[in-house]
């Protein structure tokens, strides 16, 4: 802008000098000179016409600075309106790559040749000269590394005797994103992770999206889901390493991570709703199998909001609506489990085991979600409880439940801010980043959770497990979490984790050697830590 003002100061100033020679020249005085000053006003004739000349110039060229910039500003309300609709995170396919700040003048329009464009979070991608069309590269490396400090089973008959140390590249995600034709956008995303994890390596991501609506999307595909505020958050926002266990425990039995899934959602700054179908993940069998599927619901308020506070409340429901078979003529199936909040050694201490049988298929299973968030200044809360039920024909409703509470404080006064698109809070960001020459430490946060999962239903300890066909013996779980987090700046984030948790089971029946009622469960504490980047 400090170029363009400058134009018209030059314009300015070559107007006033015509006028002056123009004042100059009238025709009495051209006629009052003689000798050499008719020679002289003849080249003051020549100037006036070059001054003219460049006047109309300076104009037109300004005119068209100013027609530039018009254009620029149409393009950007339009690319902020589409980053509204598709905001960035591990969801890559709602993720936008449209830029926040272009990095050339030039003026936008549909002659314009492609350029370079950076986004506010330093994302970086080629698009069109309109801004229309897109493609940009999306990424997201975590690596983990950690030790379970103390491991005290409860029984030497029964579970595991020991938990194994060691390193994690608990997510190395590389992918395309982009928009085509303003109004869609795309997303593919690959995930090579989990490198001493049980969980299959392949797509994450897949979907393609349609926002030409203010305030609403429209998606289909493969990508992680909206169902539970924890859920809902991705895994580069996630406070600690993992999420809570009672939310994974919802999530794996219909929604999730890489799940084919298909709705919309609508959104505004204080309200969010959404509704899905949702198939099998990506990697489920699809071979002589019944694929699961189902739909969840969600919905959620910013009841109060202001400029350093503000207080979510979100309702959910999960329905399955058929359970996945292991081929023809098997039953339907469903089993409830979770690792203890860390994935370093991938055994899953809390496992409701396999529900469903020949008599007795699984039918249907729910989940419902209450989730609450606050934050005052640099202070986050956020908390979900959880019903869960199990339906199984001829027996009676198998019902769980569970929840948990998190609070961080940020030392260097920063603040969770929410993301209307997803009704979440997204991580910190940096209001000095780290630097050596500028002086800047990054943020720094401490965090501290509590979890609760019982996967009782119908049993009481001490009694035979057989004796009773609808009684489920899957434990209860407590995890006590603290964490250190510092972000250096925009992309890096280290976070340091310990874990306390406890298992309690009691033997019913099933564990020989061992009398009715006896403890099979075990307690651990873990040290971990991550680093990860993503763009």
Do not use: C
């Not at 830029?99 to 936008?108: E, H």
């Amino acid at each position: 802008m400090g170029g363009k003002r400058a134009g018209w100061r030059r314009t300015l100033a070559f107007a006033a000098t015509a006028t002056a020679a123009m004042a100059i020249l009238e025709p009495g005085a051209a006629r009052a000179a003689e000798g050499p000053a008719a020679g002289d006003i003849e080249a003051l004739r020549a100037e006036v016409r070059e001054l003219t000349a460049l006047v109309k110039t300076q104009a037109e060229r300004d005119q068209g600075e100013i027609q530039s910039l018009s254009s620029q500003v149409k393009a950007l309300q339009n690319q902020l309106a589409h980053s509204r609709a598709n905001p960035e995170g591990d969801r890559a396919a709602a993720a936008s790559s449209v830029p926040a700040a272009l990095t050339t003048d030039a003026a936008i329009d549909r002659k314009a040749p492609p350029r370079v464009a950076e986004s506010a979070s330093h994302r970086f991608s080629l698009q069109s000269g309109d801004g229309d069309y897109s493609i940009g590269f999306t990424g997201n490396v975590q690596f983990d590394t950690g030790a379970y400090v103390s491991f005290r089973p409860a029984s030497q008959l029964a579970g595991p005797q020991a938990l194994s140390n060691g390193v994690n590249a608990r997510r190395a995600r590389i992918g395309v994103i982009g928009r085509a034709a303003g109004d869609w956008s795309y997303a593919f995303v690959y995930d090579a992770g989990n490198s001493s994890d049980q969980t299959a390596k392949g797509v994450e991501t897949a979907q393609i999206a349609y926002s030409g609506l203010s305030g609403a999307v429209f998606e289909i595909g493969y990508s992680n889901t909206y169902f539970t505020l924890d859920q809902a958050t991705g895994s580069t926002d996630t406070i600690f390493f993992e999420r809570a266990t009672p939310s994974d425990v919802a999530t794996n039995i219909n929604t999730g991570d890489a799940r084919s899934n298909a709705g919309a959602r609508f959104f505004g700054d204080r309200y969010w709703a959404g509704a899905y179908l949702t198939g099998p993940a990506s990697g489920d069998s699809h071979t002589l199998t019944r694929e699961r599927f189902g739909a969840f619901q969600r919905v959620a308020l910013q009841v109060l909001q202001g400029p350093d506070y503000s207080v979510h409340l979100g309702l959910g429901l999960d329905e399955l609506l058929q359970a996945a078979n292991a081929g023809n003529g098997t039953p339907g199936t469903l089993a409830l489990n979770d690792q203890p909040e860390l994935r370093i050694d991938p055994t899953s201490l809390l496992n409701s085991g396999t529900l469903g049988t020949a008599a007795n298929p699984v039918d249907k299973a729910y989940v419902l979600d209450l989730e609450t968030a606050a934050t005052y200044r640099n202070v986050f809360w956020q908390g979900e409880y959880y019903r869960y039920q199990v339906n199984r024909t001829g027996l009676l409703d198998a019902r769980f439940s569970g929840g948990y509470g998190q609070i961080a404080w940020t030392l260097t006064g920063e603040s969770h801010r929410y993301n209307p698109p997803t009704a979440t809070y997204g991580r910190i960001s940096p209001a000095h980043p780290f630097s050596l020459r500028d002086g800047g430490w990054g943020a720094w946060e401490l965090a501290g959770r509590v979890s609760y999962v019982d996967l009782n239903s119908h049993f009481q300890p001490g009694t035979v497990l057989s004796a009773d066909p609808a009684a489920v013996d899957g434990g209860r779980q407590r995890g006590y979490t603290l964490g250190l987090n510092w972000y250096p700046n925009d992309l890096v984030r280290l976070l340091l984790d310990y874990n306390h948790v406890a298992y309690d089971k009691a033997n019913g029946g099933v564990v020989k050697g061992l009398a009715l009622g006896d403890p099979v469960g075990a307690k651990l504490d873990a040290v971990s830590l991550r680093v990860q980047v993503s763009y």
